[in-house]
């Protein structure tokens, strides 16, 4: 059974960097057709897809987001990272890692809704304000 654990702060000020670090387990990383996702959910409003990378470190990116957004993968520890800068209190949200495919890819991209029964895994998601 894989497992997606997020870590990172809980609180974050308006104008720095949050990152956050998902850990998979229970299963192979380092597979084909697979992309390491982070989805947010801001309070009151729906999923958002904000990028996804292959374990070699192919990323895409929401448009929306793609000039404060890099996604990173590391092999070696089973992990991959969300890095956000320059962050405003819009980005308030529950931040979840999740796993998908080429499908969920493209429609993340085209701006599609996002729907749980897409993805096989999810990480238990981890709240992140962002206040001074």
């Known amino acids: 059974q894989v497992q997606l654990q997020e870590s990172g702060p809980g609180l974050v000020k308006p104008s720095q960097t949050l990152s956050l670090t998902c850990t998979v387990s229970g299963g192979s990383y380092t597979t084909n057709d697979v992309y390491w996702t982070w989805i947010r959910q801001p309070p009151g409003k729906d999923l958002e897809w904000m990028g996804a990378i292959t374990y070699y470190g192919l990323a895409y990116y929401n448009s929306s987001l793609k000039s404060r957004l890099s996604i990173s993968s590391d092999t070696s520890k089973n992990q991959f990272t969300l890095q956000l800068n320059s962050v405003t209190p819009e980005d308030t949200a529950v931040y979840y890692c999740?796993?998908?495919?080429?499908?969920?890819?493209?429609?993340?991209?085209?701006?599609?809704?996002?729907?749980?029964?897409?993805?096989?895994?999810w990480g238990q998601g981890t709240q992140v304000t962002v206040s001074s």
């Open positions: 999740a796993r998908g495919d080429h499908t969920t890819v493209a429609a993340g991209t085209f701006g599609h809704s996002v729907k749980r029964d897409d993805y096989t895994y």
